[in-house]
């Protein structure tokens, strides 16, 4: 039986795999998408993600017209003031805590990562393939990659694109030594849609500021919400709606149509409670550890805790890649997280992987619309991956740092690279 060929294959349908399917059937270019899971349902992905002007850019060139305008139209909306108060309830100067990022000019933009994925799988459902657990590939002598998946198929290609996210199969083949790193952060996190919020009394500036709570002594806690139109968006069909594929997952962590407030805080190993322990703990009782930490807050800020939806709670240990890594190119490269995972503490991760995308697919079309040698044009796009994916590793790698203190285990890392 003859293996199917095709131009580019790409591994993973995350924001970035399925962005750069996007692009290259925007530009006549011959793509296909293996995904190993027909749902996406991990617990990240049912959060909004903020979205920067790296990742507006990438999908403005990526997308065709009518998908970036549905993107625009069901952005969510995310307070654009800041306020900063200490654990009694008490205002704080902001002055030292704003970022003053050229970016932050996006503050109010706010994207649930479920409706992304709805916008970017649309018109890809031809070159889309689930249920592909990739494995393993092969450099031919001419040249081309053989992709092996799980079931017994494989594929063949000009080239190969790992965005299989931080635990890439593609990534651990071609940089077998490049491994990722357990930071020793443990991040917790919650929502409590505003409806409940209003119900239960939460004060305004837990529901409609970005409100962070620095303690004098402790850990803070980050508050900002997002908001949702969804008679806006009416006009999208399936796009903005609640995704059916979510449909049997209970509470309301995956439904993409309410409107909600979030927060997250973060502690070093062993804070809260040993791995062991903690990863055995339900999202209620992930609140009551929380709340035993914290119980001498105000009661303004502890009815915000205490009134957050289980469902939506999950501890999850903050891994980063090791920024650094460099590579002769060849028919095999890769985007996003597979290369540059990061921590969240800048919000960069998933539009860095857009940005990839943006600096990859123009190299492909001048490889296949005006004679650059693909591997010239992969070089190339390498060299501009890392320059910045290795600078958002070690600036979300700096922002973890002055969260938790100086102190932490990475510090060395950082200094060195």
Do not use: C
């Given at each position: ?264 805080t973060a502690y070093n190993r062993d804070e809260l409670g040993s791995d062991d322990i903690l990863e055995t703990l339900d999202g209620a009782a992930l609140l009551r550890a929380l709340i035993a930490r914290i119980g001498d807050w105000d009661e303004r800020i502890l009815k915000l805790i205490r009134h957050t939806d289980p469902s939506t709670v999950a501890l999850l240990k903050v891994r980063t890649s090791v920024p650094g890594a460099n590579w002769q190119s060849g028919p095999v490269t890769l985007l996003g997280d597979a290369i540059h995972a990061m921590t969240y503490f800048r919000a960069l991760g998933g539009n860095t992987a857009l940005y990839d995308t943006g600096l990859l697919v123009p190299q492909i079309v001048a490889a296949r619309r005006h004679g650059k040698p693909l591997l010239a044009a992969v070089h190339d796009y390498e060299n501009a991956m ?32």
């Open positions: 039986m003859s293996i199917p060929f095709v131009d580019i294959a790409i591994i993973g349908a995350g924001p970035g795999g399925l962005a750069l399917a996007q692009g290259l059937k925007k530009n006549g270019i011959d793509a296909a998408v293996f995904e190993r899971d027909p749902v996406r349902a991990d617990y990240v992905q049912g959060f909004r993600m903020r979205i920067r002007q790296r990742g507006i850019a990438a999908l403005e060139a990526n997308l065709p017209s009518h998908l970036f305008q549905t993107f625009l139209d069901t952005l969510g909306i995310a307070p654009t003031e800041t306020l900063i108060l200490d654990e009694r309830f008490n205002r704080l100067e902001n002055a030292g805590w704003g970022s003053g990022e050229p970016e932050d000019t996006h503050i109010e933009k706010s994207v649930s990562r479920i409706t992304l994925r709805q916008i970017l799988l649309s018109g890809l459902e031809e070159i889309l393939e689930t249920g592909k657990h990739f494995q393993r590939y092969k450099v031919l002598p001419d040249n081309t990659v053989l992709a092996h998946f799980a079931d017994g198929s494989a594929i063949r290609a000009n080239l190969l694109v790992g965005a299989d996210g931080a635990g890439s199969a593609v990534r651990r083949q071609l940089l077998p030594e490049l491994k990722s790193v357990d930071t020793g952060v443990r991040r917790l996190a919650g929502k409590i849609t505003l409806a409940d919020a209003a119900r239960h009394g939460i004060s305004p500036l837990l529901t409609d500021f970005n409100t962070n709570i620095r303690p004098d002594n402790g850990r803070s806690l980050m508050i900002t919400s997002h908001r949702v139109g969804p008679a806006a968006y009416a006009r999208h069909g399936l796009i903005g709606a609640e995704d059916v594929t979510h449909r049997d997952i209970p509470g309301f962590h995956f439904n993409n149509t309410t409107s909600y407030t979030w927060w997250n890392r320059e910045h994916g290795y600078e958002a590793v070690r600036s979300s790698l700096s922002a973890m740092q002055r969260n938790l203190g100086a102190g932490r285990p990475l510090k060395s890392l950082l200094a060195s690279r």
